[in-house]
């Protein structure tokens, strides 16, 4: 089995920054991709940011040279700094992770998801 585990989450001001970890754990053998995906009220769930295991990145237009993904491969964990958040940045975060596992049944591939963690912008 394989958790992903978000943190980092809260109330900020506008202009204010914020990061978010995303730690998985469990029967991995590797991690291809990992993203971020964020859920506002009445909307549908958009990509932020997403991070190939060698270190490739694309992030949406509406956050780009606001926001940074990176990740540390050694402790399969990924990492969001958002800086000079906006309002519209209000959202539920979600982690995302492509997570190669083996098992007696033997190998396989999936996309795990994280509970989310609340990003709140507001004065």
């Known amino acids: 089995q394989v958790q992903l585990v978000e943190s980092g989450g809260g109330l900020v001001q506008p202009g204010g920054s914020l990061r978010l970890s995303c730690a998985a754990s469990g029967n991995i053998f590797s991690i291809n991709r990992m993203g971020w995906y964020r859920q506002a009220p009445g909307k549908e769930r958009e990509l932020v940011a997403a991070?190939?295991?060698?270190?490739?990145?694309n992030y949406a237009d509406s956050v780009k040279g606001r926001f940074t993904i990176s990740r540390d491969n050694a402790k399969n964990t990924v990492y969001l700094q958002m800086n000079s958040l906006k309002p519209e940045d209000t959202a539920l975060y979600y982690c995302n992770a492509d997570i190669r596992s083996y098992s007696d049944r033997g190998w396989y591939g999936r996309a795990y998801w994280g509970q989310g963690t609340q990003v709140t912008v507001s004065s």
């Open positions: 991070i190939t295991s060698s270190g490739s990145t």
